[in-house]
C-alpha cells in the first residue's frame, strides 16, 4: 500500500526509499513486531478469558506439560494479524504472488482455529476430523498451485528445479499440481506437529522465511538470478517483504512464546505458517531446497510417520513417544535443551539450503 508514495519521489527523495525491497522488507518487520507487541498483551487477556482452561493437555505426554494447563492457545491469531497489517501496508498490492501466498497463509489458518476451537470447546486434544481437514488442505494448495502456474513464466510453471545444478529442470507436466500440493500440505502439516514446545516451532520458522527472504529477493532479481545461476521469477522479489512480515510478527510473538509460555501458537499459527513457506517456495521454484531448509519439521513429521506405520505393522514403537521432540522429553533432556539444540539444528540447515544459491 505504501509503495505509492514512491511516486512522490520527484519531489521530495526520501520517498525514494519505497522503490526499494530491502527498505520495504525492514518496514514490514518493524511494522509487524510492533504491531504484535502493542496489541499481544489484550489478545492474551481476551483469549485466557475466552477459554477458560485454555488449551487441553495430552494425558499420555510428559508429566512436565501438566504445569502449563491453563495457559491459552489461538497464539497464531496475533501473528496473523500482524502478517496480515504489516504485508497490506508494505507490499506492492497488484502483485500477484502476494495475494495467493496471502490466501494459503490465511486459509490454512482459518482451519487451524477452527481445529484449535473444538479442542478447546470439548476439551479434547481431538480436534477437526483428519479426513476433513486434509480434504481442505489439498483444495486450497491445488489452487494455490495452478494460480502460480498462471503467475510464472511457461518454461516454469511445471518445473521443478533441482539444488546444486544450474541448467536442469524437471519438467513434470500436470503431475507439477500434485507435487506442489504435497509441498504446501506437508509444510503446513509439518510445522504443526514441530509445535509442542514453548518456543520449538516459531524460531525455525523464522529462520526458514529470512532463508526464503533472500531466495525470493534473488529469484525475483534478473541481475541477481543471473549472477547466481538461479532461475528467475519476475514479480516474487515481492514475497521478500512477506517474509519480512513474518519475522516480524514471530519476534513479536516469541516474547510472550518464551518460556513459560503466556500463549500457544495452535494450529491457527503453526498450521497457517507452514502453509506460507510452502507456497513461497513453489513461487520461487524452490521446492527442494524448502525440505533442506525446513529439515527440522521433516524430520518432526517423519518421526510421526515411523512411529504410526511401525506400531501399525509390528505393534511396537520406534520412540519413546511421537513426535520426536517429545522422544527426547522422555529420555531426560530439558525442555530448554531441546528447544535451543532444535533452533541450532534449524541454523545450520538453513546455512546448507542457502548454499545452495552459490554452488553451481
Known amino acids: 500500500m505504501l509503495v505509492f508514495l514512491e511516486s512522490l519521489s520527484d519531489s521530495v527523495q526520501f520517498f525514494n526509499l519505497f522503490r526499494y525491497l530491502t527498505f520495504r522488507t525492514g518496514g514490514a518487520i518493524l511494522t509487524a513486531m510492533a504491531f504484535v507487541f502493542l496489541f499481544g498483551p489484550a489478545i492474551i487477556r ?75 470447546t470439548k476439551q479434547s486434544h481431538k480436534g477437526f476430523s483428519g479426513k476433513q481437514r486434509l480434504g481442505l488442505e489439498i483444495v486450497i494448495a491445488g489452487l494455490a498451485v495452478y494460480a502460480f502456474g498462471q503467475l510464472s513464466p511457461a518454461s516454469l510453471s511445471h518445473a521443478v528445479a533441482v539444488p546444486f545444478l544450474k541448467d536442469l529442470l524437471i519438467q513434470l507436466g500436470v503431475v507439477f499440481i500434485p507435487f506442489g500440493i504435497l509441498v504446501i500440505v506437508g509444510s503446513g502439516n509439518a510445522v504443526n506437529l514441530t509445535d509442542g514446545l514453548d518456543g520449538l516451532a516459531i524460531v525455525p ?35 521478500a517483504v512477506v517474509c519480512g512480515a513474518i519475522i516480524g510478527s514471530g519476534l513479536g510473538f516469541l516474547w510472550f512464546n518464551a518460556p513459560p509460555a503466556q500463549i500457544f501458537m495452535g494450529d491457527t499459527g503453526s498450521l497457517a505458517l507452514g502453509g506460507a513457506l510452502g507456497a513461497i517456495a513453489v513461487a520461487t521454484k524452490h521446492e527442494i531446497v524448502l525440505a533442506i531448509v525446513g529439515g527440522l519439521f521433516v ?38 535443551q531441546i528447544v535451543i539444540r532444535f533452533w541450532i539444528i534449524s541454523f545450520v540447515l538453513a546455512m546448507i539450503g542457502l548454499s545452495t544459491l552459490k554452488l553451481r
Open 205 to 239: 520458522v523464522m529462520i526458514a522465511a529470512a532463508t526464503f527472504g533472500l531466495i525470493a529477493y534473488v529469484a525475483g532479481n534478473f541481475v541477481f538470478s543471473n549472477y547466481l545461476q538461479i532461475h528467475h521469477v519476475p514479480g516474487t522479489g515481492e514475497l
Open 46 to 120: 481476551s483469549l485466557r478469558v475466552r477459554q477458560g482452561k485454555g488449551q487441553p493437555i495430552r494425558t499420555d505426554g510428559p508429566e512436565s506439560h501438566f504445569a502449563k494447563a491453563g495457559t491459552p492457545t489461538m497464539g497464531g491469531l496475533m501473528i496473523l494479524t500482524g502478517m496480515l497489517v504489516s504485508t497490506l501496508l508494505w507490499t506492492d498490492l497488484a502483485n500477484g504472488y502476494v495475494w495467493v501466498v496471502l490466501g494459503v497463509t490465511l486459509a490454512f489458518g482459518g482451519i487451524g482455529l477452527y481445529d484449535d476451537l473444538l479442542k478447546v
Open 299 to 336: 524430520l518432526e513429521a517423519v518421526s510421526v510417520i515411523v512411529q504410526v506405520v511401525s506400531f501399525k505393522l509390528t505393534g511396537k514403537r520406534v520412540f519413546k513417544m511421537a513426535p520426536i521432540h517429545h522422544h527426547f522429553e522422555h529420555l531426560g533432556w530439558k525442555e530448554p
